[in-house]
């Protein structure tokens, strides 16, 4: 928790948060690169490298943003219960849907499950650009599908398929709220444009 005499102000804990949960996806999507290493083109190291720089200073600079916006999200996120084995089966679920998707960019020369890391950045731009428009709104649905009380395996496979395919933009989006609309509306701006980045060096690892 938060001193109450800062708590108004400025929250590193939410920074810590910010910084743990969205390191995570970068994590799981360097481990998803690193499975294919051998199908990297010559400068494909050199463009993982990028990503990561990319995304850390993305990382770095919207933690400073949720330090200083403390008053944010569904409280109900802090709870912590134990995984039943409905939640473990509609979690396989999601997992095994969102990689059966992700074989569409085969195609695209990507090999699988580096395909994966594509289609979570395309599903991320998706939500990222309905946010620009609809900010509460888009945070009120992954939290309605995420934090709501799931009982039965489809309600928790449909939590895990919106934790993958737009977690990212919801910690972004939590980190921008509250701002003056002008700041909001650039940096939600940013983040579209550098989803948009991100998804060109995925495509530039493995092929021209």
């Not at 990561?52 to 008053?71: D, G, K, Q, R, Y």
């Not at 995420?146 to 449909?158: P, Q």
Request: net charge positive; with cysteine; hydrophobic share 55%.
């Amino acid at each position: 928790m938060c001193p109450k005499i800062v708590k108004k102000y400025i929250c590193l804990n939410n920074g810590f948060r910010f910084l743990l949960k969205t390191n995570t996806i970068l994590i799981i999507m360097i481990a998803l690169f690193g499975v294919n290493k051998d199908a990297w083109r010559s400068v494909g190291e050199d463009k993982v490298i990028t990503f990561i720089f990319t995304f850390e200073c993305l990382i770095i600079l919207f933690s400073i943003f949720a330090c200083i916006n403390p008053e944010r999200g569904n409280k109900r996120h802090r709870e912590k219960k134990r995984i039943s084995k409905n939640e473990w089966i509609g979690m396989v679920i999601a997992i095994l849907l969102t990689s059966l998707l992700s074989l569409f960019m085969l195609p695209a020369n990507l090999p699988f499950p580096s395909t994966v890391i594509f289609l979570i950045l395309s599903t991320n731009l998706l939500a990222a650009f309905y946010s620009v428009i609809f900010h509460k709104v888009a945070i009120e649905i992954y939290e309605l599908n995420v934090f709501k009380e799931n009982k039965s395996i489809t309600d928790y496979t449909f939590k895990y398929i919106a934790i993958l395919f737009s977690s990212l933009n919801y910690y972004v989006q939590l980190a921008l709220k509250g701002l003056p609309l002008i700041i909001h509306k650039l940096f939600a701006i940013l983040f579209l444009i550098f989803l948009a980045m991100q998804l060109i060096v995925t495509g530039t690892v493995f092929t021209y």
